[in-house]
T-cell receptor, first 116, second 115 residues
Framework: AQSVTQLGSHVSVSEGALVLLRCNYS??????LFWYVQYPNQGLQLLLK??????LVKGINGFEAEFKKSETSFHLTKPSAHMSDAAEYFC??????????????FGQGTTLQVKP | EAQVTQNPRYLITVTGKKLTVTCSQN?????MSWYRQDPGLGLRQIYY???????DKGDVPEGYKVSRKEKRNFPLILESPSPNQTSLYFC??????????????FGPGTRLLVL
């Protein structure tokens, strides 16, 4: 069975500081991994995804994530936070094997607060 | 513009009164799915459809029905809503087959309150 754990339901950073949102996954088959962002009163938007190519994945808005198989992690980072980054972030996993139904398993979400 | 639309965006209803939330996509996607979002639980899949007339249960299907008569539409039906179905609902779509299956496009959400 697959699962996702996001460490920290709320993260607060100052504008210009490093953003680090943690995600650990559990999967018995090679995973596909995703980060989605949800701005207030909006749907989910894909930030980036890992699908077994490069382990360092660059996404939109200056975000990137690194797939570390040995640590079963896919942490999201951004060197310098902007006020507009304040949102809820979801890590998700699906699997690359046969029988892929497309289901995404989501973490609980992390709310990012950016202080001026 | 490529998009997934949902209607209504907000709905207040009473226990037992049947309702339907519509979902439509204009990207000719074969795959569509419904999720519900609850605080502290993230998003959980309710039902999904790999193509027209092909639907299957997700993780939390109890109390819901779906149909897929046309490729573009995937309505979510609550035959007898109960207060525990108060939630934020998202529809998503994508093309099947890796890796595109994983790039799911989400609708704006439907916030449902069942009294």
């Amino acid at each position: 069975a697959q699962s996702v754990t996001q460490l920290g339901s709320h993260v607060s950073v100052s504008e210009g500081a490093l953003v680090l949102l943690r995600c650990n996954y559990s999967s018995s088959v090679p995973p596909y991994l995703f980060w989605y962002v949800q701005y207030p009163n909006q749907g989910l938007q894909l930030l980036l995804k890992y699908t077994s190519a490069a382990t360092l994945v660059k996404g939109i808005n200056g975000f990137e994530a690194e797939f570390k198989k040995s640590e079963t992690s896919f942490h999201l980072t951004k060197p310098s936070a902007h006020m507009s980054d304040a949102a809820e972030y979801f890590c998700a996993v699906s699997h690359a094997g046969s029988g892929n139904t497309g289901k995404l398993i989501f973490g609980q979400g992390t709310t990012l607060q950016v202080k001026p | 513009e490529a998009q997934v639309t949902q209607n209504p965006r907000y709905l207040i209803t009473v226990t037992g009164k049947k309702l339907t939330v519509t979902c439509s996509q204009n990207m000719n996607h074969e795959y569509m799915s419904w999720y519900r979002q609850d605080p502290g639980l993230g998003l959980r899949q309710i039902y999904y459809s790999m193509n027209v007339e092909v639907t299957d249960k997700g993780d939390v299907p109890e109390g819901y029905k779906v149909s897929r008569k046309e490729k573009r539409n995937f309505p979510l039906i609550l035959e007898s809503p109960s207060p525990n179905q108060t939630s934020l609902y998202f529809c998503a779509s994508s093309t099947p087959g890796p890796p595109r299956l994983e790039t799911q496009y989400f609708g704006p959400g439907t916030r449902l309150l069942v009294l």
